[in-house]
């Protein structure tokens, strides 16, 4: 079993940033992949960033591409996602989630374990 709690959301500005963390306990955190994604309103669940199970690789939906960084530190085993230049579109439930494999994902069904997530709210 793997417990994931997220923090650092919030309410934020347009134009301003957050970081979001993930705490995981209960699984050896360095072997697998990690993942945030994030659900507003009346949609379905989109992928946001993964990251590999040694952080070297890194991918991120084209949204997020040049504004979101994700990265990890398996010492804490806590993974970050870094949101800069935020947008009232980024005003979701983000979530994190711990893959089934070594590499990252961007398919959800490839995730085993999701946090409880953390509402973000961008104002314009």
């Known amino acids: 079993q793997v417990q994931l709690v997220e923090s650092g959301g919030g309410l934020v500005q347009a134009g301003g940033s957050l970081r979001l963390s993930c705490a995981a306990s209960?699984?050896?955190?360095?072997?697998?992949?990690m993942g945030w994604f994030r659900q507003a309103p009346g949609k379905e669940r989109e992928f946001v960033a993964t990251?590999?199970?040694?952080?070297?690789?890194?991918y991120y939906a084209d949204f997020v591409k040049g504004r979101f960084t994700i990265s990890r530190d398996n010492t804490k085993n806590t993974v970050y996602l870094q949101m800069l230049s935020m947008k009232p579109e980024d005003t979701a439930v983000y979530y994190c989630?711990?893959?089934?494999?070594?590499?990252?994902?961007?398919?959800?069904?490839?995730?085993?374990?999701w946090g409880q997530g953390t509402q973000v709210t961008v104002s314009s």
């Open positions: 989630a711990t893959a089934t494999i070594s590499r990252g994902s961007y398919n959800s069904r490839e995730y085993a374990f």
């Open positions: 209960g699984r050896t955190f360095s072997t697998y992949g």
């Open positions: 990251i590999n199970w040694s952080g070297s690789s890194t």
